[in-house]
């Protein structure tokens, strides 16, 4: 009973310091993101909303997601996300909302974004972001920030994109800042089936992250992901389903060598699809 209770104090131990050491970092991208290593700086689809808001200007019509991670198949740390873009012809306007923790911390951010084209390969986008934290020992807090990124596609089917988070170093609490974080990614289309994505992460505080995916459609309507990150080292696998209607159907895990996989589910419709879909998403 003993040994019971000291395995699950210090197995949600190392929960909690896990969840706290990621305090505001950015939500997956969809389950298509995780299924990627989460190399999606470069994306162009709805779930650009969490990953570089300059991809929302490439969404061609109103477009819904809603997506939950269950980190190492933990019942007390989920993630939960939800986002929309409604493109205008003065540019493309979004709202993400995510949910990330437990009862003993948790964090909330509402995001409101906008992405606009400057030419047909260039693209840029901003949210301004209300991020809330509730730690039972502390209280509540609440703050804002701000992100910022750029896309462009350097030549035919390989894109760039470069991406900031909390530049301004807002504090949570004394000596415990928001992470500062920079992304620089590149996706390659050699064809229409195939996208190879690879990205470099910064937060200025901690190590460079490398991250790197693949996305491969077997068939018209499904296709496998495979993806790797490190700094921890982490494995990627996922599937996904686009319907010809627009919904998309993504499932994915990761896997952490020492506290085991965290699944996913995301589910994204865009409304009035153009039927070619947008270069780095592959609709068929």
Known sequence: MHFKFICTLLFSTLLSFYAIS???????????????GNASVAFTDIHSIFSNQAGLAFVDGISFSIGAER???????????????YPTKAGTFGLAINYF???????????????RKLSERISIGAQVDYLGYSIPEYGNKALFTFELG???????????????????????????????????????LPNKKLTISGELEK??????????????????????RAGISTSPFLNSFGMGLSLKNGLKIDLATNYHYDLGFTPAISLAYEMNKNKSGTKTEKSK
């Open 22 to 36: 990621q305090n505001s970092t950015a939500p997956m991208s969809g389950a298509r993101g995780l299924g990627m």
């Open 71 to 85: 980190r190492f198949i933990t019942a007390e740390i989920n993630s939960i996300e939800a986002g929309l873009a």
């Open 101 to 115: 923790g437990f009862s003993g911390y948790n964090e909330q951010r509402i995001g409101l974004a906008y992405a």
């Open 150 to 188: 750029v896309q462009a596609e350097l030549i035919e089917n390989l894109f760039i994109g470069a991406h900031v988070f909390n530049p301004v170093r807002q504090e949570v609490v004394p000596d415990e800042k928001v992470p500062t974080v920079f992304k620089l990614g590149t996706a390659y």
């Open 203 to 224: 937060d200025i505080d901690l190590d460079m992250v490398f991250k790197a995916g693949v996305e491969y459609y077997l068939i018209d309507i499904f296709c496998l």
